[in-house]
């Protein structure tokens, strides 16, 4: 490992609310250093303006996702050693995709909008008073959604996505996973309306099958896998003869 | 850009196409063996009511697939304008179908 | 850029480049087969001047192309319309090295 006296350079993509700029950094080098504690020394030591988002600084929270020498990942979870060859810098820019409010910060509205357009929420068919249903855990469409649960909204899916790039108006990988769930969900009353919804122009047929979003996941998420389940679905809705997935 | 429908329609013309491909693989390589003449084309396709089914319908598949594709390619990497990618598109698949059934009329009927 | 560097983007970038150009040169074939309107010498004419080495080489890679967009379409289908959990980097590996087989038996034939 490192040791104390040696210095990482450290170069990140800066934005002051009308222009964008670089800065570079020497940062000390620590044993277990994380991309987020190289953020947290520079802010604390070198330049306090540098504007960032984190909160729990252990992969539960998601707020601290940045590109980390081009590739979208919590910070938090990244370690320095593994993502800097011995000899080279380490570049840090805001994610992908949503607007920059300063620095590494983005203005996420984009991303969370598009949840509600996608109708990623939950839709009750009943009330407190009804029973609780009971879903077995090997039940079929529960198994399904079960791949795609656990997501904490922390846009890196949405970030690697080329066809977000290419196309603002598309909803994007988080939102039709969350969608795919909730189609998923036998509770859940919402299913006409949200398969309209991500059967639009800005839908789940935009996506390219590029797999950046089950490549980046942290969580180990397949947001492709869901988006595909997303196709058959609406399609077998267009169909004459298929109403259901099998 | 794109919506269920036409995603729909360009997986069908996708599917539709797969056996029509394969055919026409093999026969490029069988027909290409001893170097390729019009006499051999002609010979082969000239009044053939399946040829002309086979040749008809790959154009219009092929037409119908090509000119949904370039709809997307140009709106995501030439000009975001859906009216304009249309508009465009919607040319490919008439120069398309035009050129491919004088082609396939061409070989067959004459 | 550095996130586009995994199998199944570059896959999507081949498809849709084998795709692009096959469309774009679909006009050129139904043209040249439809010089059949002015009698078998024509298209004949234009048949020898595939004989040349550069065009013939084109026509290779043509046939590249097509086997490529096809075997990859068949990967995407399975993808998309399939529930089959197969590995697709395996699937995409596969359908790349058949098309280039394809590609070569139509070479060895032509030549």
Request: include cysteine; charge should be neutral; hydrophobic fraction near 45%.
């Amino acid at each position: 490992m490192k040791t104390k006296d040696q210095t990482l350079t450290v170069s990140i993509d800066r934005f002051d609310g009308t222009s964008h700029y670089q800065t570079t950094h020497d940062v000390p080098t620590r044993d277990n250093q994380t991309v987020l504690d190289v953020v947290t020394w520079i802010q604390q030591h070198d330049d306090p303006t540098l504007s960032y988002r984190f909160a729990c600084r252990v992969g539960m929270c998601g707020s601290c996702a940045m590109n980390i020498n081009g590739e979208p990942k919590w910070s938090c979870r990244t370690h320095v050693s593994k993502v800097v060859d011995a000899g080279s810098a380490l570049r840090i820019s805001p994610l992908r995709n949503m607007p920059i409010l300063r620095d590494l910060s983005v203005d996420m509205t984009p991303f969370f909008d598009k949840w509600t357009q996608a109708v990623g929420y939950f839709v009750p068919t009943q009330t407190k008073d009804d029973p609780l249903p009971a879903i077995k855990s090997d039940d079929r469409d529960r198994a399904k959604a079960n791949q795609s649960i656990e997501c904490i909204n922390c846009g890196i899916c949405y970030s690697a996505c080329d066809v977000v790039a290419a196309n603002d108006a598309y909803l994007g990988p988080a939102a039709l996973n969350r969608a795919w769930t909730l189609v998923n969900d036998e509770r859940d009353g919402g299913a006409k309306e949200r398969l309209e919804a991500v059967s639009s122009d800005a839908g789940c047929h935009n996506c390219h099958s590029q797999h950046g979003c089950s490549t980046y996941c942290p969580n180990l998420l397949a947001p492709a896998t869901s988006i595909a389940g997303l196709k058959r679905q609406t399609l077998l809705n267009l169909l004459p003869w298929g109403s259901h997935d099998d | 850009m794109i919506d269920a429908r036409l995603y729909l329609l360009q997986r069908l013309t996708a599917i539709a196409m797969l056996p029509l491909i394969a055919t026409h693989l093999i026969l490029m390589i069988v027909a290409i063996n001893g170097g390729l003449t019009a006499e051999e084309i002609l010979g082969r396709t000239q009044g053939s009511v399946g040829w002309a089914l086979f040749y008809g319908s790959f154009v219009i598949f092929a037409a119908i697939h090509g000119a949904i594709g370039f709809r997307t390619i140009a709106y995501e990497w030439l000009i975001p304008n859906i009216r304009i990618c249309s508009v465009a598109s919607f040319g490919l698949l008439i120069v398309l179908i035009g050129l491919g059934l004088r082609a396939v009329y061409a070989v067959i009927v004459l | 850029m550095k996130h586009r560097s995994h199998p199944l983007w570059k896959a999507f970038v081949v498809h849709r480049i084998s795709g692009l150009a096959l469309a774009l040169f679909l006009p050129v074939h139904f043209f040249v087969l439809g010089l059949a309107l002015e009698g078998a010498e024509s298209l004949n004419a234009a048949l020898k001047f595939s004989e040349l080495p550069f065009v013939k080489s084109a026509e290779v890679l043509l046939v590249l192309l097509l086997a490529v967009h096809l075997l990859g379409g068949i990967r995407i289908l399975i993808l998309e319309l399939t529930q089959l959990s197969w590995d697709q980097r395996i699937l995409n590996r596969s359908a790349f090295s058949l098309s280039v087989v394809i590609a070569g038996i139509f070479l060895w034939s032509a030549v």
